[in-house]
């Protein structure tokens, strides 16, 4: 995991204790006050959503509790490896695309941050510049050609 990854699961786990816990807590007890529990449609619903975020917040806190840190400035070179942020150009479309490739729990496509375990990062890791990959997507096969890698 990158060390902004970290930073930003550390922050969801810390709002989703400090803010959504009792937000849910207050709903539940707000809830009861209805009266019988059986056919009360916001203390199911509060205590669904209470059961989902303590099941994110244990997933978030475990993969904290595993994580190797990798400090992404500390690295360099043209070979793509974990934390690079690699642009491509599709030979068919001429269009660029940028990703960084990260830990799977930081993973975001809209803010340009593919997963290690993605099929694109997967064919990346190890190439250099000027490489050419071949990726397996849902619509077919793509050809992608590296234009830069860096580590920032």
């Known amino acids: ?8 699961v550390e922050a969801e786990v810390r709002q989703l204790k ?6 849910i807590i207050k709903a539940i007890a707000e809830a009861r006050e209805h009266g019988d529990l059986s056919e009360n449609a916001e203390y199911h619903a509060a205590k669904e959503q209470q ?3 303590e099941a994110r917040v244990a997933y ?11 400090d992404v400035s500390q690295l360099s070179g043209n070979q793509v490896k974990f934390g690079a942020t690699v642009v491509l150009v599709d030979e068919d ?14 993973a975001d496509v809209k ?15 190890g190439k250099s510049v000027g490489d050419t ?3 397996a997507t849902p619509g077919g096969g793509k050809c992608y050609e590296i234009l830069k890698v860096n580590f920032n």
């Open 18 to 23: 400090t803010v959504e816990r009792p937000r």
């Open 111 to 125: 803010q340009a941050k593919i997963s290690i375990t993605s099929p694109i990062a997967r064919a990346l890791i």
């Open 60 to 70: 978030l806190e475990d993969k904290l509790s595993r994580a190797d840190i990798i």
């Open 93 to 106: 479309t001429e269009e660029k695309a940028k990703y960084q490739i990260v830990g799977e729990v930081e």
């Open 51 to 53: 059961g989902m975020t």
């Open 133 to 135: 990959v071949e990726v």
């Open 1 to 8: 995991m990158t060390a902004q990854g970290y930073a930003t």
